[in-house]
């Protein structure tokens, strides 16, 4: 009789380790809401860009606002002065420059990574608002800095994070927390700013710069709180090309008659450092977005204080003095009484967990 050879049971197959590091990624990846959102609404958005840890991820996000906040310092600085030399360059001759070349950038940019231009037609409202934000924004900036020192226009802007902060928690989408401290920061700020603005200081402003520098601040709330609904569900450069089309249709609308031409390669390289340096912030300041709530990262703008001070000395010789430096030295008290009270806020809530509390 012929011995039958004995069949063991076929051996459990052992994931390969691509596999168990597919399985490993897919398992982070869904602790990150915006990656989730963004395979969702989509799938394409994970094939062109991957998602770091979530901690590294903040951490990046943290510089790149930082970038941001530096690279919009330097657009300021020569709005600034194309703005006030003879002959003055007009508000919307910089928008184009600034715009025109960072719509470019993008544009090549996305097409050389054949990333699609067009968001979906669903995400298409958010991107609108986040484009005339941004344009009501840098418009209501520029028109301010014809007329008034750059770091009182600054300051002026330090009003944004209460406003973001106030708008993430209102909007349903967000709800992100608004509580005492933000409301008092803000009141303080203001307090502050009336003492920047009295007419004893030594460049008392006009009341329609004034205008224009708070309505650049409800244009930055907008944007903030547009990228942070879009999160991660549109490439960066998308967003920037939507903003950077509208801006250059609508400088160009008014016509050219008045533009100024190029004087020597002085002008031409300050042109071209105007669309570099656009481009380096919209991108920096939108991917930023997405890794960091609305909050402190809206926190993070305060870092442009010093950039302003140090540029308005050294170009035009100007240093804040008497009123100009009690009212500043309030409104970065209440950022920095803000800012300081978020983190522990966080950190007590990160301990918290971890003990299992709520």
Do not use: C
Request: charged share 10%; net charge positive; hydrophobic share 50%.
């Amino acid at each position: 009789m012929p011995a039958t050879a004995s069949q063991s049971p076929p051996p459990t197959p052992t994931p390969s380790s691509s596999s168990a590091s597919s399985t490993t990624g897919d398992t982070e990846a869904t602790t990150i809401t915006s990656t989730i959102e963004a395979t969702e609404s989509s799938p394409l958005l994970a094939k062109h860009a991957a998602v770091p840890a979530p901690r590294r991820r903040t951490t990046l996000g943290i510089f790149l606002l930082l970038l941001s906040q530096l690279a919009v310092s330097l657009l300021n600085l020569l709005a600034r002065y194309l703005s006030t030399r003879t002959p003055a360059t007009p508000t919307f001759q910089i928008l184009f420059l600034r715009m025109s070349l960072t719509l470019l950038l993008s544009l090549l940019w996305l097409l050389s990574f054949r990333i699609p231009i067009l968001a979906p037609w669903h995400l298409q409202p958010l991107l609108l608002l986040r484009a005339a934000g941004s344009f009501t924004a840098v418009f209501g900036l520029y028109t301010a800095l014809r007329s008034m020192p750059l770091p009182n226009v600054t300051l002026i802007g330090f009003l944004a994070p209460t406003l973001i902060a106030l708008a993430a928690h209102l909007d349903p989408a967000l709800r992100e927390p608004f509580r005492t401290p933000d409301a008092l920061a803000g009141l303080v700020a203001l307090a502050g700013i009336a003492l920047l603005l009295h007419p004893s200081t030594a460049a008392p402003a006009p009341p329609a710069a004034v205008a224009a520098a708070l309505s650049s601040v409800a244009g930055i709330a907008a944007t903030y709180i547009a990228v942070r609904r879009l999160r991660a569900r549109v490439h960066p450069l998308v967003s920037t090309l939507y903003f950077a089309a509208l801006t250059t249709a609508v400088a160009i609308a008014p016509g050219t008659g008045s533009w100024v031409a190029p004087k020597d390669w002085r002008d031409v390289a300050m042109w071209a450092a105007l669309g570099a340096a656009g481009f380096v912030q919209q991108f920096a300041m939108t991917k930023g977005l997405q890794w960091v709530p609305a909050g402190p990262a809206a926190a993070l703008v305060y870092t442009q204080i010093a950039w302003a001070v140090a540029f308005e000395g050294f170009v035009w010789g100007r240093w804040p003095v008497g009123v100009e430096v009690l009212g500043g030295v309030i409104v970065l008290g209440a950022a920095a009484g803000a800012g300081g009270w978020k983190w522990w806020a966080a950190r007590r809530g990160r301990e918290d967990r971890g003990r299992g509390g709520v």
